[in-house]
């Protein structure tokens, strides 16, 4: 079958032809239906995360069941299915808690989940290890549901840990209108009484958030400008939260400043930013945090809110072959949303 394969670091992907996997006991083979592609597969290529090549890529996926293995309940040939992605030891308190995102094991699983250390979704067809890992979609479009499950379920994730401390009085500045952005937007207008700031370097992006319900758009390419502009709007409360979607030091720089006392920055941008936290570099009761991912059961959260039309992954298909492609793309920001791969007869 045909597959885009992560070759080493430094490198870019490549297609390749290989083995349809059969499945053991307790295992689960999908029939792929779409494959989001995320920044996080930049990252993979070129940096060093310790991940051992090859493998095939793709790490928001949602399909079919195509064959169980012995012992698996719960599902049948031709359910729809979102992969539930990051994939812990299943046995430890964070599992059981259905975080796997935050196994207590990690370290010796070999990798993070699909497509991060093992064999993703970019294929026509892809091994699950445990039916744990697999949501069900009833009716859904596979094919739209696979960004759900990191797009969505990482702002997710992140949103509900601020969310305590949001009230109507609060702006959230919103950095970046991408992938994450684009969901993170609809989560807080669903999720909170907050005014909310898109910033993004790019006009497009920030139109595309003016139509999904931001209060104020900002181009943050100059920083300076940005900062003083969006503190006129947010006044001598500061941002009650800056989320962070794209991780860069100009982003990290900006949400510095954008920061007053009992506010949160949360980062779930990979951009490779730095932040010299010391005291005095932060304002009193600032939270930080850097979320990772999301739990399984939130994951079926935002299953349920798409379904509903509550929120929406914006996506543009491509043909699975075009995946090199793509990732040029993303890399050069092209795409609006998320792209999803699709495989032939899929």
């Known amino acids: 079958m045909q597959a885009v394969r992560f070759v080493g670091v430094g490198k870019s992907a490549e297609i390749a032809d290989v ?3 059969s499945t053991g006991p307790g295992q689960v083979l999908l029939k792929i239906g779409g494959t989001g592609v995320c ?3 930049l990252h993979v290529m070129e940096e060093d995360l310790g991940f051992t090549p090859p493998f095939t890529l793709g790490h928001e996926n949602a399909g079919w069941v195509e064959q169980l293995g012995e012992g698996v309940t719960g599902f049948k040939e031709g359910d ?26 990690w370290a010796e699983l070999g990798g ?19 039916s744990r890992l697999l949501v069900p979609l009833a009716d ?24 305590p401390q949001l009230n109507a009085e609060s702006t959230v500045v919103l950095m970046g209108v991408g992938g994450l952005g684009h969901m993170a937007l609809q989560l807080l207008r669903l999720l909170a009484p907050v005014r909310i700031i898109a910033a993004d370097v790019d006009d497009k992006k920030l139109e595309h958030a003016k139509s999904l319900g931001a209060d104020e758009v900002v181009n943050n390419r100059n920083a300076d400008e940005a900062a003083e502009r969006i503190l006129k709007i947010t006044g001598a409360r500061g941002a009650g939260l800056v989320l962070d979607c794209v991780g860069v030091q100009p982003t990290i ?29 932060t304002p009193y009761g600032t939270l930080m945090g850097i979320p990772y991912w999301g ?14 039309g509550r929120i929406h992954a914006e996506t543009t298909e491509f043909p699975l072959d075009q995946a090199v492609e793509v990732y040029d793309k993303l890399k050069a920001g092209q795409i609006k949303g998320r792209a999803v791969l699709i495989p032939d007869g899929a």
């Open 112 to 130: 993070f989940g699909g497509g991060l250390g093992f064999d993703g979704g970019m294929a026509e067809y892809m091994l699950v290890p445990s």
């Open 295 to 308: 739990s399984r059961v939130e994951l079926m959260e935002v299953i349920a809110m798409a379904r509903d």
């Open 140 to 163: 859904m479009s596979p094919a739209k549901a696979a960004p759900l499950s990191d797009a969505a379920l990482t702002p997710y994730h992140a949103i509900k840990r601020a969310l």
């Open 39 to 41: 920044h996080s597969d």
């Open 80 to 105: 729809a299915v979102a992969v539930y992605g990051p994939w812990g030891c299943g046995r430890c308190h964070s599992c059981q808690l259905s975080m796997e995102n935050y196994c207590e094991n």
């Open 19 to 21: 083995a349809k996997p």
């Open 253 to 281: 720089d900006l949400g510095a400043k954008l920061l007053q006392r009992n506010s949160v920055w949360t980062i779930v941008g990979l951009g490779g930013g730095h932040h010299d936290f010391h005291h005095g570099s």
